[in-house]
């Protein structure tokens, strides 16, 4: 069965959409731990982030890096860290998580919910800023 991240990729469930490219696909983590909080993922669904062929994992990383660039950008951050856990859903991705200052906490336990209309403003103002 294709995972909820396969999903949203085919359009059978709607996202936040970012951006994406032939290989890969970003979205806004649905319970973010912070605004802005971002998924990336790899269009091919492998479970395991480290299961992935290398040449995969390589370009997951090099997208991650051109949205955490747009991020960074759009969102006034101070960096945006990295987290990969994939515990809960098994489709391999990178969770970018915008820090907007020294001692924010960041772990994915500190859920919260943000509006909706805040979550679509947050994706277009990241959108506009990645440069793929
Ligand atoms: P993990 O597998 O523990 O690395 O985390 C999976 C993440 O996917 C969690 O932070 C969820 O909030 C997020 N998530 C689950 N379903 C959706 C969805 N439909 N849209 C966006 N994010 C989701």
Do not use: W
Request: glycine fraction near 6%; aromatic fraction near 8%.
């Amino acid at each position: 069965m294709a995972s909820i991240f396969s999903k949203i990729i085919n359009g059978e469930i709607p996202c936040y959409k970012i951006a994406e490219d032939e290989d890969y696909f970003s979205f806004l983590d649905i319970n973010p731990i912070a605004e802005g909080h971002t998924l990336v993922i790899p269009k091919k669904e492998v479970d395991y982030v480290f299961d992935l062929p290398d040449e995969t994992l390589h370009g997951l990383i090099s997208f991650s890096k051109k949205i955490a660039r747009g991020i960074d950008s759009a969102l006034g951050t101070i960096r945006t860290g990295v987290i990969v856990e994939g515990l809960e859903v098994p489709h391999a991705h990178i969770h970018l998580i915008p820090i907007y200052f020294e001692g924010q906490p960041v772990s994915l336990g500190r859920k919260s919910e943000i509006q909706e209309s805040r979550m679509k403003e947050i994706a277009s103002l990241i959108s506009k800023a990645v440069e793929l």
